[in-house]
């Protein structure tokens, strides 16, 4: 694949640079391209012993001869055994293709030892058949129980009893130092037994010597020296995969019967040819061209006619508690029509391994059809019965929902069965063959970079096309639009120094060095955050200063919008509840936002999926309150038009060491329609799960879209658990959908958060739940403006905060000071003591309302005073004026 790609290089230059081309190059690359498909020769196992147990006879099966060890030198097959067992059922239940196998056992009364001797130390396979039956003295599938080792390692995971009436077959890999390779049966019961043994040589590089660790993100290293189960075996989409059509005899099963839910995924399939091997990925050995021409795709149709967009794909698989596993997940875009088209997320047991992950991606030039895989090491901890793998959309605002997966393997993590082998006693023709292979390699990078420099040269030379460029390049502040952000205290523009808003203080361009110095140079352990647009570090500047270093990810297409959005609204934006931007960094084609540290992290690490304290109801009211604070003044005080999020969730939802909620990440941020507009046509961008339905379906974006996705924040709030949870039920997957649905039905005390439902006042739950409900609705124009969210959660608050003889329906006792005001309603008629202060209909109502907000707003007025230290007290003041009244307006 390579080396076409240079040939199709090669064709598009002047013919006149082609003609400059040396002859002995174009030599070189036919040379080079017949060794690659030398060292691409299907591999040929060194070892390959296929035994049949208790018998002298011989099976063809499949197309391979299995001998039987009857006839096996005695040295094989040591240690106290009783003679073969013939199947009185003829091996009945076992697969019609292998009921040869399972005609015949050999039965251990006492531990006994099968020894084969290996030509090539390294790693193999050893498979092991298993079918009860019963025979002249006994059944085995009530006698038999035993444990399994090879060289010296256990490796059945507890006393094994094979199922009644059924084949099974047991895979493991293991490492061979030495030149022999010794099976042990040991009966833990009356006896052991087994039917067929098959011991075939792969290649070492099969098991790499590292993974990365699922929780948390890291390398787990040591693969190459373990021994491991093979658990399940996995083709997505179909057929079935018989040893017949594996290199390594191998079955791969249809993945059907581990959907979840089968309506989100479909499966797709391409002829084997399209299958594009490139050196440096996925090999035959790694798995057969049908695992790769087959997938199993998110329903892009269900997608598109409805909000189940939201849904990702998830397999369940039943695994054995208590160990660690090894996940390789196998991926081949044959979906693509180009590059770049495709990305997506994927999950294991809950965790995210790949985020926007692109198959096709510059590893692979951008070439689609490439095989390729990705390990995964699931701790002991973490897998807990049922391992899961989802794969959803990505959070990458220009791609269209959807996702795929090939193949998956998971096997169970046993351990050590020695060394890789003494390398003296590897065979001379190995060496040849790996010195021609690296000899080879060094060739084809030096006619790469050859190739590339003179393809460089003459493409330089020709007229510069207008075309978006794909990689980010340094820009200075007055790059990112016709004014710039700030001024120098002497009163000229500069592009090396920018001041963030106009009450803020001074934030300014950082050198990269200074940021490399405040991470410990991006290292992973300083990792406190990852998602769409890059990584989030913790840093701490010369001044001890903590800041949020997030750093944008290369190959994030919209990461430069995402940039210059982030920097153009923060600059100009200031307010308590909105993460603050210190300053940014594009040196070396970088993209660099430094934000003020929030200690306590996100909003969902609070609620879910962390071993996290969880937060009383006094403090998610409060925070609520917060974040709806800020989204209000997005709405309708920082400036003519108002500012949409766009991308409203519990992750973006940050809190101090206060727990004082700060809303953050403003790279999808979108300015509000014109005066005379009701909404901004643009594209479908957000989080699935939060996303409007209305702006979904229409691509029609308003402030009430941020109203949604904060009803959604809130049920968060209210129930513990993530958006989208593909491992429930299919009616609990999507929390709005059933949690609305619970409300609807009256169910509210189902649906809240276990751990504090008891602390919480009937007045003050059945108030937040009445105002997420009303958030969600199903059109804009129904749902609450984010004022009427602000003030409702706030009552809430008082209703929780009332002295614990309060009544909830008692407003005298609840706000005594407003008593007057509730004795005279504005129509002249008067209130009774069961009025519903949490009407917002009640007319009634506005003067207290106006009181109480009045009062509120005085309140954090002052305080924001201080800590912003504005001098602008008329701009406060006018911004007082107009929260008063949108907060007023619906009452």
């Known amino acids: 694949m390579l ?30 391209s017949a060794l690659l498909a030398a060292a691409r020769a299907a591999f040929v196992p060194t070892d390959s012993y296929l035994v049949l147990c208790g018998t002298a006879a011989s099976a063809t099966v499949g197309g391979r001869t299995f001998v039987g060890d009857a006839t ?12 073969g067992a013939n199947a009185s059922a003829g091996a009945a239940n076992a697969s019609s293709g292998e009921a040869e196998l399972y005609r015949y056992a050999r039965v251990f009364p006492a531990p006994s030892t099968y020894t084969f001797a290996i030509k090539r130390p390294g790693r193999h396979f050893v498979r092991l058949h298993f079918f009860p039956f019963r025979y002249q003295s006994g059944d085995l599938a009530a006698d038999a129980r035993f444990s399994v080792s090879v060289q010296g390692v256990v490796l059945t995971d507890g006393p094994y009893a094979p199922a009644n009436g059924t084949a099974t077959v047991r895979e493991f890999s293991v490492n061979v130092a030495r030149g022999t390779l010794a099976i042990a049966f040991t009966p833990t019961g009356k006896v052991a037994f087994v039917n067929a043994i098959e011991i075939v040589s792969h290649p070492d590089d099969l098991f790499a010597g590292t993974a990365q660790t699922v929780n948390p993100l890291g390398q787990y290293t040591g693969l190459s020296t373990q021994a491991l189960e093979t658990i399940h075996r996995i083709n997505m989409g179909t057929p079935k995969i018989t040893p017949s059509n594996d290199t390594l005899w191998r079955t ?42 087959t997938a199993r795709e998110l329903n892009k149709a269900l997608m598109d006619s ?7 794909m998830t397999w369940r698989f039943p695994s054995t508690p208590g160990w660690a596993y090894l996940l390789r997940l196998h991926f081949c875009d044959i979906v693509s029509k180009a590059a770049n088209q495709l990305a997506f997320n994927v999950y294991v047991g809950g965790w995210s391994v790949l985020s926007n992950y692109e198959i096709a991606n510059k590893d692979t030039f951008g070439s689609l059809a490439v095989p390729l895989y990705k390990d995964f090491v699931l701790s002991a901890k973490d897998a807990m019965g049922n391992i899961t793998v989802s794969v959803g959309p990505a959070t990458v605002g220009n791609m269209d929902p959807d996702g795929l997966l090939n193949g998956l393997e998971i096997m169970r993590i046993v351990g050590s069965t020695g060394g890789g082998g003494d390398p003296s ?102 990792v406190i955050g990852v998602g769409g647009f890059g990584k989030v570090y913790k840093g701490t500047l010369r001044d001890d200063t903590r800041v949020a270093v997030k750093r944008g990810n290369r190959r994030s297409r919209q990461g430069l919008n995402e940039f210059r959005t982030e920097i153009e609204l923060l600059s100009r934006l200031r307010h308590r509840h909105l993460v603050s931007l210190i300053g940014y960094c594009d040196e070396r084609g970088e993209m660099i936002l430094v934000y003020e540290y929030m200690a306590r992290g996100t909003l969902r690490s609070h609620l879910y999926d962390s071993e996290l304290p969880p937060l009383s109801w006094k403090q998610r009211l409060e925070v609520s309150i917060g974040a709806a604070r800020g989204l209000h003044y997005l709405h309708t005080g920082s400036g003519a038009k108002a500012i949409i999020h766009r991308d409203v969730k519990s992750a973006n939802i940050l809190l101090d060491d206060s727990f004082m ?80 649905k619970r409300l609807k039905n009256g169910e509210l005390d189902s649906i809240v958060d276990q751990r504090i439902a008891g602390t919480i006042r009937p007045e003050s739950l059945k108030k937040f739940a009445d105002t997420a409900e009303k958030c969600l609705a199903e059109y804009g124009v129904e749902r609450p403006a984010m004022g009427d969210v602000l003030w409702c959660l706030e009552y809430a608050l008082q209703l929780q905060e009332a002295s614990p003889d309060s009544s909830g329906t008692d407003d005298t006792k609840l706000v005594p000071e407003y008593q007057r005001n509730l004795s005279t309603a504005s129509d002249g008629s008067a209130s009774t003591m069961s009025a519903n202060l949490g009407d917002l209909d009640g007319m009634s109502m506005r003067r207290v309302f106006s009181k109480m907000i009045k009062s509120e707003e005085d309140h954090r007025l002052h305080k924001e005073e201080s800590l912003t230290a504005n001098p602008n007290r008329a701009l406060q003041q006018a911004y007082t004026e107009q929260h008063m009244s949108t907060l007023t307006a619906g009452i």
């Open 252 to 293: 791969w099963l249809p993945d059907e019967t581990f959907l979840v839910d089968r309506t989100v995924a479909v499966p797709m399939d391409v002829a084997p040819k399209t299958v594009q091997r490139t050196p440096g990925f996925a090999t035959p050995e790694a798995a057969p061209d049908m695992v790769y021409a």
């Open 661 to 740: 909620a700060k809303v953050a990440d403003f790279g999808l941020s979108k300015t509000g329609p014109e005066l005379d507009k009701t909404h901004v046509s643009t594209a479908v961008k957000g989080s699935f799960g939060y996303l409007d339905p209305e702006y979904f379906r229409r691509q029609m974006l308003t402030e009430k879209s941020d109203v949604y996705s904060f009803g959604v924040v809130l049920l968060e709030v209210l129930c513990a658990r993530p958006v989208i949870d593909p491992t429930l039920p299919h009616d609990m997957v999507n929390l709005a959908e059933w949690a609305t």
């Open 425 to 526: 006693s590897q065979s001379r023709s190995k060496k040849i063959i790996a010195g021609i292979v690296a000899g080879s390699a060094v060739a084809v990078v030096t006619v790469v970079m050859a190739v590339a420099f003179l393809v460089l040269r003459a493409r330089r030379r020709k007229k510069p096309e207008k075309k978006p460029s794909s990689t980010w390049a340094a820009f200075s502040a007055s790059a990112l639009g016709s004014r710039s952000f700030g001024k120098s205290n002497s009163g000229g523009t500069r592009n090396n120094t920018v001041t963030l808003g106009q009450s803020a203080g001074a934030g300014y361009r950082f050198p990269f060095a200074a940021l490399q110095e405040a991470t410990s140079g991006f290292d992973e352990g300083m």
């Open 306 to 312: 409805t909000i189940s967009a939201q849904f990702n």
């Open 3 to 32: 080396l076409e790609r240079l040939s199709e290089e090669l064709m598009v230059l002047p013919r006149s640079f082609s003609r400059r081309v040396p002859c002995m190059l174009l030599r070189a690359v036919v040379v080079l």
């Open 72 to 83: 096996l030198p005695g040295s094989v097959l040591s240690a106290p055994q009783s003679a």
